[in-house]
């Protein structure tokens, strides 16, 4: 089992910075490639980026060179930086945490969410 447990979220405006954190439990935190997936009201949950074990990276075209995703695999710990915010970035944000088995299963885990708001 991997709990995920988000903070960092909050209220910005348009231009300005934001940390996410998402801290998780476990002793194979390293094994699992990490993501970040945001949900703006009335809209799909997207993928914003994700980070593998050995720290190759992937982000969605919309947040390219914009968001920084990172790890501390010591702290069992992923990162989103977030900079120059517009307010179509608001969404609730939530960390994820995936791996294929031995056996072919997916193990996949989803933190609570932590809300990320831009004002214009």
């Known amino acids: 089992q991997v709990q995920l447990v988000e903070s960092g979220g909050g209220l910005v405006q348009a231009g300005g910075s934001l940390r996410l954190s998402c801290a998780a439990s476990g002793s194979v935190f390293n094994r699992y490639v990490m993501g970040w997936y945001r949900q703006a009201p009335g809209k799909q949950r997207e993928l914003v980026a994700t980070i593998t074990s050995d720290g190759s990276t992937a982000y969605a075209d919309s947040v390219k060179g914009q968001f920084t995703i990172s790890r501390d695999n010591t702290q069992n710990t992923v990162y989103l930086q977030m900079n120059s915010l517009k307010p179509e970035d608001t969404a609730v944000y939530y960390c994820?945490?995936?791996?294929?088995?031995?056996?072919?299963?997916?193990?996949?885990?989803w933190g609570q969410g932590t809300q990320v708001t831009v004002s214009s």
């Open positions: 994820n945490a995936r791996r294929r088995l031995g056996n072919g299963d997916l193990s996949n885990y």
